[in-house]
């Protein structure tokens, strides 16, 4: 009994590390973009995400964006894929079946968003540059200097945000 006690105690301090070192938010209902994180000085981001389907994160030129300039879609066709796509509802551009890159309703899922001046990327994992990829070329030079997040369906959905990411180039990355 001594044993689990402490091994229960390990994991909700482990636990507790990632909830204080992001942001967490949570979404009951259809909405629009929120929370928009500044990501100027960054070129990636580590997430987690919980819920049955369409986590959904876009990347925009400025906060008062109307439309993101990218959109990933996580856990999109009742959780049966998971792409990148160029514009809000969209056609996904990139896409994979993978298990490992959908949602889970019982866990958080840890996944990362990449960026520079060739491609946006996505994968899951907690290091960025690693796991499932999906990549897509970027389109114009304009720059990615906000995220934001929104559910889609009115499922409940959770987020937790890294607060640090790098400027390191994926490349670079062990």
Not at 22 to 43: A, C, D, P, R, W
Not at 78 to 89: A, D, L, M, P, S
Not at 111 to 121: K, T
Not at 153 to 170: A, V
């Amino acid at each position: 009994m001594k044993i689990w006690n402490i091994l229960v105690t390990i994991i909700f301090l482990v636990y507790d590390t990632y909830w204080t070192n992001g942001v967490i938010l949570t979404y009951n209902e259809k909405t629009t973009f929120t929370h928009y994180e500044s990501v100027e000085l960054q070129n990636s981001k580590v997430f987690w995400v919980k819920g049955l389907k369409d986590g959904i994160l876009g990347l925009f030129e400025t906060s008062d964006s109307p439309e993101p300039l990218y959109e990933f879609l996580i856990g999109g066709g009742n959780n049966k894929y998971t792409g990148i796509r160029n514009e809000t509802k969209g056609h996904v551009r990139r896409l994979s079946r993978k298990e490992d890159i959908l949602l889970d309703n019982t866990r958080f899922k840890p996944f990362w968003l990449s960026w520079d001046e060739n491609f946006v990327q996505m994968g899951s994992g907690l290091t960025v540059g690693s796991g499932i990829k999906l990549s897509l070329p970027r389109q114009h030079t304009i720059p990615l200097n906000f995220l934001a997040l929104r559910p889609d369906y009115g499922l409940p959905i959770s987020f937790i945000l890294e607060l640090e990411c790098s400027k390191i180039p994926i490349t670079d990355l062990p």
